[in-house]
């Protein structure tokens, strides 16, 4: 089986290479039209451009995933700006599409915690849709609309999870269904264990991401990898299923993301993996990011049993 790694956004080993490069709504304000213009232009192009040098670093690396920022276009869904951040663009969007289907990545975006279906308040949802079609928006203009996926969580609970649940089917029918149809779930870390949000996804038909750092510092005690995986499994059809990798950066902030991820720690995910004799993709959410990737596959790959086949990836 093949394990195949990637991180998120910004490669730290390339020197100003921030592709979240971005301007408070305050600042936005206090300037004039042309000046907003102006200062909005220069940010997007560099966060593009940053995002194409990633990919070239990807590419010469051998690092097969990548995880798209979600700060491309600064105040992209504010209520209070109005601006076209696709058409004037559109050449370099389209250059990483090409970069990313003609050395075969796997790209994906993940918004923020606030972009969510489970609340009572109508406005909430109505943002999520909107951050929702930004991500989509953003893939159709690089051409990737049929493959990049856009993750999120389940939500809140707000004291009911059965309730919250419920509003969360109700609330996912505003979705455009191209958009759902890129979407992905990823069991959290405090509120939806893994088994609750399988269960989400088995209803909607949408695929699953597991994180295997949120499932050990959340999970009820029936819940085991062994038991969950191949149901995870099942929730992909269209490509390998992925994981989201980290450690705890201490027991004290055992949810917190280490610099670099523990290869002890792990090591049951990667056992039960080989013995289910399945492809993965993996998404590193380590704070040294590109470094933190690229560490691992070496301690990964001194495990016996274990043969690197790429820059990016491994053998088991």
């Not at 301007?23 to 907003?36: A, C, G, H, I």
């Not at 849709?129 to 969580?153: P, R, S, T, W």
């Not at 005690?221 to 390998?240: A, D, G, I, K």
């Not at 691992?296 to 088991?316: A, N």
Request: net charge neutral; charged share 30%; glycine share 4%.
């Amino acid at each position: 089986m093949i394990i195949r790694f990637g991180y998120v956004a910004n490669a730290l080993s390339l020197y100003e290479s921030t592709p979240a490069k971005t301007m408070t709504f305050s600042r936005y304000q206090k300037l004039s039209k042309n000046e907003r213009d102006e200062q909005l232009e220069r940010i997007i192009r560099t966060n593009i451009k940053n995002t194409q040098r990633a990919l070239y670093y990807n590419i010469a690396h051998q690092i097969p995933l990548y995880r798209f920022s979600s700060s491309i276009v600064p105040l992209a869904t504010h209520d209070e700006v109005d601006f076209d951040y696709i058409t004037p663009f559109k050449e370099e969007y389209k250059k990483i599409g090409r970069l990313v289907k003609e050395h075969g990545l796997r790209t994906s975006f993940h918004p923020n915690q606030f972009t969510l279906f489970t609340s009572d308040k109508p406005h909430v949802t109505e943002n999520a849709v909107k951050d929702m079609e930004y991500h989509y928006k953003l893939l159709q203009a690089m051409g990737l609309e049929k493959e990049g996926l856009i993750n999120i969580h389940v939500g809140g609970a707000y004291g009911d999870k059965e309730k919250s649940i419920s509003r969360f089917h109700e609330n996912l029918k505003q979705l455009p269904e191209s958009v759902k149809k890129q979407m992905t779930l990823e069991n959290d870390d405090k509120t939806y264990t893994t088994e609750e949000t399988l269960t989400v996804c088995e209803k909607e038909g949408i695929p699953m991401m597991f994180d295997y750092h949120h499932y050990m510092a959340n999970h009820d005690s029936h819940e085991t990898v062994s038991n969950l995986l191949p149901r995870f499994f099942e929730t992909w059809q269209r490509m390998p299923p992925k994981i989201h990798l980290s450690s705890p950066k201490s027991e004290s902030a055992y949810r917190s993301h280490s610099d670099f991820v523990d290869v002890e720690f792990i090591k049951p995910l990667l056992n039960e993996l080989k013995s289910l004799n399945q492809d993965v993709d993996c998404m590193i959410e380590a704070k040294e990011k590109d470094r933190a990737l690229l560490k691992l596959v070496e301690d990964i790959s001194s495990i016996r049993g274990v043969k690197r086949v790429s820059g990016g990836s491994v053998q088991l």
